[in-house]
């Protein structure tokens, strides 16, 4: 599983990257992170405001910062 967290490097897209990691951590997911911060690649997505979260290639949430359950039902499926 490829996750990507799209931001620029604020709170909230670190915030989001952490509690990612915590879910496939507790859900036992084996997962590769990336961490995309330049503009140019973020904007290849369909996401209008960050943080955003891409589950391989799918983004899955932009603009607001999910919960815990959201991110393991992403992750489950």
């Given amino acids: 599983m490829n996750i990507k967290i799209l931001g620029?490097?604020?709170?909230?897209?670190?915030?989001l990257e952490?509690?990612?990691r915590e879910v496939a951590?507790?859900?036992?997911?084996?997962?590769?992170?990336?961490?995309?911060?330049?503009m140019d690649k973020i904007m290849a997505y369909p996401v209008l405001s960050t943080p955003a979260l891409?589950?391989?290639?799918?983004?899955?949430?932009?603009?607001?910062?999910?919960s815990k359950e959201e991110i393991a039902g992403w992750l489950k499926s």
């Avoid at 620029?8 to 915030?15: L, P, S, V």
């Avoid at 951590?25 to 330049?38: K, N, Q, R, W, Y």
């Fill in 18 to 20: 952490q509690l990612t």
């Fill in 25 to 38: 951590t507790e859900l036992g997911i084996s997962a590769d992170f990336d961490h995309v911060t330049e």
């Fill in 8 to 15: 620029t490097g604020c709170a909230k897209c670190h915030r």
């Fill in 54 to 66: 891409v589950v391989d290639e799918e983004v899955k949430v932009s603009g607001r910062m999910p």
